[in-house]
């Protein structure tokens, strides 16, 4: 086991820089949200998922129209 030390203090080091790394993205998102800078939309000229689809697209519904009870006009 002794052998062993050099890679078992690499994954720890590794450990640390990943989650250091990834609580930086975590405040810095937390600081953009509290600022009203983040409003979980999608930017302008975004194509919304349900016109993106290729059934909604080809004028086929699907389970989505089904559920709904929308009727496809073709």
Request: avoid cysteine.
């Amino acid at each position: 086991m002794p052998d062993n030390w050099g890679f078992v203090a690499a994954a720890y080091g590794l450990a640390v820089l990943v989650l250091g790394g990834y609580w930086r993205f975590l405040r810095r998102r937390e600081r953009l949200l509290s600022e009203g800078a983040i409003h979980g939309r999608a930017p302008r000229g975004a194509t919304a998922p349900s016109e993106a689809s290729p059934r909604n697209s080809e004028g086929r519904g699907g389970k989505a129209a089904a559920r709904t009870g929308k009727a496809v006009v073709r």
